[in-house]
């Protein structure tokens, strides 16, 4: 990915600002109880109340209004009392979504990077096909995170792992273009034009007036209306350029976007396509 490295270094120096100052605290609301979890960033912490790990939430109106919930899960293996320290400590990024129900649930999780941080941030990316799948219970303010079993004795973990209890901390949220590049994977392959379990490998842009750029066929189908920041993924089989899709950074619009210029709505905030 071209440019995720500026972007990784950007967000683990929003994430520092975020770890070692208190968020502006808000009452989450959820929809029906407990799902879908509110939007928002929820926070996990070592028993000294240093931040260690996070997840963002976002909640979109997927097909049939039922609701989609992206996330974003940082963890730090970091259990002391300073907030250097926790900065400084490995850590995994990973995006994907979360599957809801009535009590229970779990989060499926594909793109992300690690970053071992000894002596200085060294990201680099999970390898292809990566997938994590962790349990997941809800309340109005707390998401819990507990690892999936294999057997009776092993469990599926990422290192550092996931697991714990991530507490609401505000309405603030980081989306990432690993969030994006997952969201786009959700959608029907049919209209995505990937193969499912076929991986690809992509490079990421961040367009913050979509109005100017210049992929044919993109205005006349975009709204009068509509979000002007927008992720851009290149998706490449080997060095073939397959898909571009252009991701609202509030995930409420894709576009796709085939390599002779022919471009497509396939997702909307209403589940529509075009």
Known sequence: MNRI???????????TMIFSSGLVNAEP??????????????????????????IDVIVVNGFYNNPAVLVGVESRNYEGNSYEGSDMAPRIY?????????????????????DKRNP??????????????YNATVDDKK?????????????????????GTYVFEGVHTSPSAFMAIAWVRQQNPKLTGLQPGRDYRYEDDYITDVRKISYP??????????????YELKAYDGNKLVQTFLVSQDFNQIYRIKPNGEAMLIFNNQGGVG
């Open 5 to 15: 490295w500026k972007l990784l270094v950007c967000t683990s120096l929003f994430m």
């Open 217 to 230: 066929g993109i205005q006349a189908i975009r709204p009068p209306i509509a979000p002007k920041d927008y």
């Open 143 to 163: 998401i819990t995170l507990t690892p999936q079993m294999f057997d009776a004795t092993r469990a599926m973990r990422t290192d550092p792992d996931l697991a």
């Open 94 to 114: 990973i995006a994907g979504h979360m599957d809801v129900g009535l009590n229970y649930g779990e989060v499926v999780l594909t793109h992300g990077y690690t």
């Open 29 to 54: 609301k959820a929809i029906d109880g407990k799902w879908p979890p509110a939007s928002g960033v929820y926070v996990r912490k070592t028993t000294s109340g240093i931040p260690n790990g996070r």
């Open 120 to 133: 200085k941030p060294d990201p680099k990316i999970l390898p292809p096909m990566t997938y994590v799948i």
